[in-house]
């Protein structure tokens, strides 16, 4: 098979860490050929996406990136495109996948694009809400403040297109930063932010459930340091071997045909205490992580599934 793989600069790759580096390797290893390129690099002419692509080799040793020649392709004559772009979601991320609708039915898109443009990572998660932590989201601070007293005085502010856990604050109804928090992460009343309840298990720490065409693939615990509110890798969190307990398990469940009927084949659920906090769908990782911990390679499954739905 041919893939190709939208994704951040390859200078940017850290290949012991990447869940997209670890796709690429899969597929090399499995006989397949890797194309890659940036956002800006697809482009639609006479109602056809081409992308302007390399053809990519990876290793685990240095050099672990090589790029060979260049291919003018259409999307329609690769078997499957990965989109694997870090957030943030802005208006080149829109565009592309507005692009990427003129590939439907042609490729496999993973994930779909349409998908990618409404499941907004944390508000989605707010679709079952029997799974989610109680939360709001509202542009207006005295709703806000409201909604922190009603939850017992603790909770979380968040932007609502923020990753890696950038912008994301403690509120906490006594501190008197706590109205400062509020107007900065609103811009004074003008932008939705989301506010959610405190989850005190968030000190054993952030599950990150990767699942697979709606099935579990495995979770990894991201612990945050003790001197910070957030879990993620990428702010110093540790990274821990996980279970899915059977609570989980039917989260994942109950989630499962949504996800399926949208395309979302590559997803990671962000879940503190058996609740959901975020779905993320744009470039979710945490696969090598995974695969160190239970000794296996979770991302030649992903490969084998897009080999399987290539085929049919
Ligand atoms: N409701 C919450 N209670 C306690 N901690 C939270 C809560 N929501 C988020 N956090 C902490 O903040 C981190 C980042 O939040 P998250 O919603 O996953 O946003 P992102 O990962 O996109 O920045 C989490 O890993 C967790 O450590
Ligand atoms: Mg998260």
């Known amino acids: ?27 090399e290893s499995r006989g397949h050929e890797n194309l890659t390129c940036e956002v800006r690099d697809v482009y639609l002419t006479r109602g056809e996406v081409r992308a302007r692509a390399r053809a990519t080799y990876v290793s685990d040793t240095a050099p672990h990136t090589r790029l060979g020649a260049e291919h003018d392709v259409a999307l329609a004559d690769v078997a499957a495109v990965l989109v694997r772009k870090d957030p943030p979601f802005d208006a080149a991320y829109l565009y592309l996948t507005l692009l990427l609708e003129h590939a439907r039915g042609k490729t496999l898109l993973i994930n779909d694009p349409r ?15 029997e799974w989610t932590p109680r939360t709001i989201v509202s542009a207006l601070p005295d709703v806000i403040h409201a909604f922190v007293a009603e939850v017992g005085g603790r909770a979380v502010i968040k932007p609502l297109d923020g990753a890696g856990g950038s912008g994301v604050l403690a509120l906490s109804g006594d501190d008197r930063n706590a109205r400062g928090i509020v107007d900065l992460l609103t811009g004074e009343g003008r932008r939705l932010a989301m506010v959610q309840e405190y989850l005190p298990a968030v000190r054993t720490g952030d599950k990150r459930v990767l ?19 957030r879990s993620n890798i990428h702010v110093g969190g540790s990274v821990e071997p996980a279970e899915l307990t059977a609570r989980e398990r039917e989260m994942v469940a109950a989630l499962a045909p949504r996800l399926r009927a949208e395309g979302l084949v590559f997803v990671g659920l962000d879940v503190i205490g058996e609740r959901l906090t975020e779905v993320n769908v744009t470039s979710p990782t945490g696969i090598q992580q995974l695969g160190r911990f239970t000794g296996t390679r979770p991302e030649d499954r992903v490969i084998e599934w897009i080999e399987q739905r290539a085929r049919s």
């Open 1 to 27: 098979m041919r893939l190709l793989t939208v994704m951040d600069p390859l200078s940017t790759v850290q290949p012991d860490k990447d869940t997209t580096f670890a796709f690429l390797r899969s597929a």
């Open 115 to 129: 998908a990618l443009r409404d499941a907004n990572e944390k508000l989605f998660a707010l679709q079952f809400p």
């Open 211 to 229: 699942l697979l065409d709606g099935e579990p693939l495995g979770a990894i615990l991201r612990v945050p340091r003790a001197d910070d509110l």
